[in-house]
């Protein structure tokens, strides 16, 4: 007989967009396997949507990552369609004054979690007539937003190995989404800019902090992104990218057409803003 049931396994479903893409898939009629550190930071998913069921998860823990794969497994009955990788952290530092250990920190969650949850998942995936890994990824892979040179490389590296992914697993029948995510509204920054007393771009910090914040308010709500992009994954045919978020699509234009002596000149509106601002002249002199 016919399988009926989707399932779907989204990691970081605690708030905002992976809370928003739980509810999305649900609303698409697929079971959605949510996790969080805690499973009580779902309760609220849990009670007002019948197939959203919760199950712990710390991302930094092998341990973890494998007594979920257990639980799945038998929830599901060795067979997974939608592995979701949307936890992710943020680390806003400037490249010369980040800390190697902050650092090691936002690879261990945005990349090598990652890593290990496809490692340990594909198997299930195999099992679907149509498995399919969903990346968050953002579009920093390719616009050099300042002041989180750390974040930029994680989701660089994301992307790199998204794409290699891609072409290993096709043979089993496997599709490796990247939803190439522009501003959208969350609580990515709630760490904070990091800059110690010493750090020469101190002139410039309140300018970014406030074209960041600027952007993360005016930036796509996150229960419109979650349900036009899961409407797109949930379709027989889906694009390996899929970009969204304020400015992604017009990011996605400009990284298609322009030299990149062209696109850094104009692709970032933080960028931009210092060039034309007096504020780097006062940087200028802090160098020298």
């Known amino acids: 007989m016919a399988q009926t049931t989707s399932f779907a396994l989204v990691a970081g479903?605690?708030?905002?967009?992976?809370?928003?893409?739980?509810?999305?898939?649900?609303?698409?009629?697929?079971?959605?396997?949510?996790?969080?550190?805690?499973?009580?930071?779902?309760?609220?998913?849990?009670?007002?949507?019948?197939?959203?069921?919760?199950?712990?998860?710390?991302?930094s823990s092998p341990e973890s990552i494998a007594k979920l794969k257990d639980a799945v497994s038998e929830?599901?009955?060795?067979?997974?369609?939608?592995?979701?990788?949307?936890?992710?952290?943020?680390?806003?530092?400037?490249?010369?004054?980040?800390?190697?250990?902050?650092?090691?920190?936002?690879?261990?969650v945005n990349l090598f979690a990652v890593m290990r949850l496809c490692q340990i998942f594909i198997p299930l995936l195999r099992n679907s007539p149509r498995g399919r890994i969903v990346q968050l990824g953002s579009v920093t892979r390719n616009v050099p937003m300042v002041w989180q040179a750390p974040y930029n490389a994680s989701k660089a590296a994301l992307s790199q190995y998204s794409k290699t992914l891609r072409l290993e697993v096709k043979p089993f029948g496997i599709e490796v989404i990247e939803l190439v995510t522009g501003f959208v509204q969350s609580n990515i920054l709630h760490h904070g800019m990091h800059a110690p007393e010493t750090s020469l771009y101190l002139p410039l910090k309140k300018t970014i902090e406030e074209i960041k914040y600027e952007g993360n308010a005016n930036g796509m709500p996150a229960d419109a992104y979650a349900r036009s992009v899961v409407a797109k994954l949930v379709k027989p045919q889906v694009s390996a990218e899929i970009w969204e978020g304020v400015h992604a699509r017009t990011l996605r234009l400009l990284v298609t057409i322009l030299p990149l002596r062209l696109f850094l000149v104009v692709s970032s509106p933080n960028i931009r803003h210092i060039q034309s601002s007096q504020l780097a002249d006062r940087l200028k002199k802090n160098f020298v």
């Open 75 to 108: 929830r599901t009955d060795g067979r997974l369609d939608f592995l979701v990788n949307n936890a992710g952290t943020h680390y806003a530092s400037t490249a010369m004054d980040l800390e190697i250990e902050e650092v090691e920190k936002v690879f261990q």
């Open 13 to 59: 479903c605690s708030s905002g967009i992976g809370k928003a893409l739980a509810v999305a898939f649900a609303a698409q009629g697929v079971t959605v396997l949510a996790t969080a550190r805690r499973v009580e930071y779902l309760k609220e998913l849990t009670s007002e949507h019948e197939n959203i069921e919760a199950f712990e998860l710390e991302l």
